[in-house]
């Protein structure tokens, strides 16, 4: 199954600005001062969340579960690969760029990233993983799980992380579509080359 939606390799110019540190209230100030582990500058570096600080409660409120989610029950790396299937889906560029430098760091490798974008019905795939592909692929399709997929997934995980699991799901969708809609800019690595061409 391929990516739908509309192309959001070249968006144009952002629908919303950073919010500059000049216009930052102490509170917002601090939070963007804060260090994700292991990212290499702050948060307000980056667009991502200098731009969502432009609604600063509900920008305090998403990091929090942005939070607990990237450090919740699952594995890193069946979270990666829930996250990752999700960016590509949604065809969110942002959303993937940061995720496959994640993903890497979790254990997927080159081979694992292109994997994902095939699908969870190409080769390589044990059947925990083709199931998290698949709960991405359903929920992205039909907003529900079909009983396959839910069972398969619920052989190896409990109901807390079954749960975290759509959750995960649902933030990164969410994100996606915020980040595509406002035309959230790419980030270009620091001291490193431009960001890797978009696999739609």
């Known amino acids: 199954m391929t990516g739908g939606g509309p192309d959001t390799t070249s968006p144009g110019a952002p629908r919303v600005a950073p919010l500059p540190p000049s216009e930052r209230d102490d509170d917002v100030a601090r939070l963007l001062a804060a260090t994700l ?33 990237l450090d919740g029950l699952l594995p890193a790396r069946d979270r990666e690969l829930l ?4 960016a590509f889906r949604c065809r969110c560029a942002y959303e993937w760029d940061h995720h496959v430098r994640i993903g890497r760091g979790a254990g997927i490798d080159v081979e694992g990233i292109g994997r994902i974008v095939a699908g969870p019905d190409v080769g390589g795939w044990d059947p925990h993983e083709a199931a998290l592909l698949r709960l991405v692929d359903e929920l992205h399709d039909t907003a529900t799980v079909t009983d396959a997929t839910w069972n398969e997934l619920a052989r190896r995980y409990d109901d807390a992380e079954m749960i975290e699991a759509l959750f995960v799901v649902g933030e990164y969708q969410m994100l996606a579509f915020a980040l595509n809609a406002a035309r959230v800019a790419r980030d270009t690595p620091r001291g490193g080359p431009p960001p890797a061409d978009l696999p739609w």
């Open 37 to 69: 582990p292991g990212a290499d500058r702050p948060l307000g570096d980056l667009n991502l969340f200098a731009t969502f600080a432009r609604h600063p409660s509900l920008f305090r409120s998403w990091l929090r579960l942005g939070a607990a989610l």
């Open 83 to 86: 996250i990752l299937r999700t």
